[in-house]
Structures are given as C-alpha cells and as structure tokens.
C-alpha cells in the first residue's frame, strides 16, 4: 500500500516471520492487535482473496514501461565464475610460495653444505700434514691417524646426507612444478569460460509500480464491492462474490437521466424474477442510503419492470 506499513508476526520461539500484514495501519493500533484486526476485516478471508485473483482482472499486460539495466543473471554467472577463477589463482600463487621455500631451502642446504666440507677438509688436510712429521708409530702417529680417518668419515656422512635431502628436495619442487603447470592450465580454461559471459550488454527491466497500482486498485474494489453488498444488496445477493456482481450489477445495461436536482439511473430488466426482485430490493435500500453524487445532486436507483 501507499503510505503504508508492515508488520511481520513469529512465534516467540522461531526466528522467521510466520504472518506479514500490509496496509494503513492506525498508529493508535498495536503490532499484537492487528493480526485480530485484518481476520475481521472480511469474513473468509481465503475466499476474497481468491475472488480478487480470479474477480476482476486488473493483471493484463496493457504495457510496461523499461529501463535498461546491466543483466544481473549473466553478472552473476560470471561472479562464479569468478569465484572459481579464484580459487585456481590462489592455489597457483600456494604452489609458486611453496616453490620458492624449497628453493631458499636448497640454497640453505647447499651454502651449509659448503662451509662444513671446508672445515673438514681443512682439518683433514692439518692432521695429514701432522701425520707426516711424525714416525709410523708411536701414541701422536695413532692419534693423528684416527683424526684422519675420523673426519673423513665425517665428510663422507656429510656428502651422504647433502645428498639425501637434496635429492629429496628436488623431488618436492617437481611435484610442486607438475602441480602449477596442471594449475595453470585450468586457470586458463576458467578463465576462457568466464570471459565468454556477456556482462556488456543491458537487458530490459520493467517497471513494476503498474502493478502496484493495480493491486491497490484490486483491493479497493474488493473493499467497495464488501461495502456494498453489506448496506445495499439484497439478503439473497448479499454472498454474491465479485465476479457475480460484476457480471450482475455493477456491468447490468441501463439508461441515466440526469436533472438538476437528481441523477436516476435506471437498469433493464433482468429475465429471472428472482434477480429481478433482488436487484428492486437492493435499489429501495440504496435510495433510502441518501446518496449524492459529487456535484451534490441525488443518486437514485431503479430497475425497469419486465415486459
């Protein structure tokens, strides 16, 4: 509704809206009196609601007017895309971090490597230099001898175990490298598939507020038609529903004789005397109402005798 409010009813243990009530809500009116409020509005609410859907048919496209807006379902498929494109960039960018770790890990391992095989090879060179100056026998011989063969052996576990890691190393960056060529390949193919989304062109979007207005329209003539049969209609019309009236009374032909103190409409006769006698009676109640058109003069009704 125009100017309207809303009022949106749960349970005190859910978290979702079970009820949304729409309409010029009176401020004097509390959120908890109002669901008692609309149920009173109109007796079977369920049927006039089906009456105003299937009544009168204000929901005809007579035109629409457009603007032209970006097309938010091409935009959205592309934001997803999207989102995949980015899940291969940031594994991409994992595998390319993971890389340059092994590779300073290698670089490490190698500038370590080297100064140790220089110190040993240092003290190895000292203690063979050692051994020369000395006899074949004697305690400083033996002990020279085994400093010799101690470090070498120590050099060699070192070169072994260079090795090994190195090796292991290696093996890490190829795997990493397999992994981003496979990476980058579906990267491009992610992103071949987004950049075929056309997001340039607009699209057309209507504008709805016709049909806003429609519904307003649609439940003031349910409001009225209620209205009416309640004060006007006959008992026996006083369920007809919307689509009956109209078709009955509100569309019935008839002539209009207009005066300066008067207006008498006056409708054909109806060839079932039971409408007849009904459409006489809602006509007595209606004049008796004292209704005035808006210029002021009288509102009279009537309905023709048959033949």
Known sequence: MLDGALVLMRRLTDTDPTRVY????????????????????????????????????????????YREVPNRTQRRRWEKKQEKVEVSERLLAEQEEALTNLQYKLATLRQTYCQEREVLEEEIEAQTTELARHQKVGEKFRRCQQGVQSRQRRLANLRTRFQRRRRRLLEMCCGHRARQSELRRELAK????????????????????KDQIMLDMQVLLTSLHDWARCHYF?????????N???ELIYRKPGRVIRDNEQIE????????????????ESCRRFNEGQVHWRDGRLLRLHVAQPP
């Open 22 to 65: 729409a309409g010029r809500i009176p401020a004097s009116l509390s959120a908890g009196a109002v669901p008692p409020h609309f149920r009173q509005r109109w007796s079977y609410q369920e049927r006039v609601i089906r009456q105003m859907v299937n009544g009168a048919n204000f929901n005809a496209n007579f035109g629409y007017g």
């Open 190 to 209: 992610r992103e071949a598939v987004r950049d075929e989304i056309d997001t340039e062109s607009l699209c057309r979007e209507r504008d709805l507020e």
């Open 234 to 242: 006959a008992p026996e019309w006083q369920r007809l529903e919307l």
């Open 244 to 246: 009956t009236a109209i």
């Open 265 to 280: 409409v006056v409708f054909d006769p109806y060839r079932y005397p039971e409408h007849q006698q009904a459409m006489e």
